[in-house]
């Protein structure tokens, strides 16, 4: 095995698991986000649905 081809494999290593790493950052992200979108969302009608029990 030539340097040459080692410094490639390298670079492809390097590239690879930097794409990994971002593959799983961004997944766990919107993972996160979703969750908290969702629970706001059903924070938001379980208050409208209180203010309109009070008005009631």
């Known amino acids: 095995m030539e ?6 494999f390298l670079a ?3 590239v ?3 794409g990994f790493w971002l593959m799983l950052f961004l997944a ?8 908290g979108a ?3 969302l059903i ?3 379980r208050a409208i ?3 309109k029990e009070e008005k009631a």
């Open 3 to 8: 340097f040459t081809q080692y410094l490639g």
């Open 12 to 14: 492809f290593l390097t």
């Open 16 to 18: 690879f698991t930097i």
């Open 28 to 35: 766990s992200f919107v993972g996160y986000w979703l969750t």
């Open 38 to 40: 969702t629970v706001e």
């Open 43 to 45: 924070k938001e009608k």
């Open 49 to 51: 649905k209180r203010l």
